[in-house]
């Protein structure tokens, strides 16, 4: 993965021109080029249409003045009218790296319907960056959230392209399969403590191997492991280590396997207080291109 084009949706909300800024730093860190993408809601502009009917070309002004603030940010700037998620995963598709903020200028949409970047994790096959936080310069302390499953290096790859020398940690969230069983079939709690630490040494050599693979340096991933469920875990651990980005791994799944992988995405959306960084796994990311 390198970064060579980086496209960057904006609404003018808060969050979006946050996410404006951390893409033009990004962009001058890697020299990359930039477009800046705003959505017109096609249904939204034809009910202005009917509820403000002078000056006549009042819609076409507005879209007029997105474009101008737009270009005053950078060089390459489009403003196009669709469906909002469609017009972004199109525009992002033969992008390295989409920028989106957290929230949009609708709060109680985002609550019914879920975020626009919420939306586009089962439409964009490229990686996706969730900006939550005013960027305050590089990245310094990045936490890659693996599953340990065949792949899982391209999560801590990604994580060092967007945060190069930073303290880099490596999270896998475990565990023991039927514990609850165990100890009602009379398995000792110290016998359920060792299968804990045995998960956990296990996923420590593991984190290692990706490293290495990854970089070729076995060390550069500190290894961090948290027992419990999968999202609680993830932001448990990101409110831990302090981490300024959070890097998760996208993967092809069944329809029934998404409704799970969703609602853990979802949750760590939500919950986190930094970054997000979604990498598609790259068998899915090969078939998209």
Known sequence: MALTRIVCATDFSADATR?????????????????LLHVVSRPRLDALRQWVRRPVDLPERLVEAARAEMQQTAGEARVVIGDVVASIAKAAAGADLLVLGARGMNPLKDLILGTTAERLIGSCHGPILVVRTPPQGAYRRVLAAVDLQPGSEAALGAALLLAGDAT???????????????????????????????????????IAALSRKACGDAHRFVAVTQHGPAAAGIVHAQQKTGADLLVLLKRARSPAEKLVLGSVTRHVLADVRCDVLLVPEAKRRARAS
């Open 168 to 206: 880099a940690r490596a999270l896998h969230v475990y565990d023991v399969p039927f514990e609850g069983m165990l100890q009602r079939a009379g398995v000792s709690r110290d016998e359920v403590k060792q299968h804990r630490l045995r998960a956990h040494r296990a996923a420590t050599h593991e």
């Open 19 to 35: 996410a404006v800024r951390r893409a033009a730093m990004l962009a001058r860190q890697h020299g990359a080029g930039l477009r």
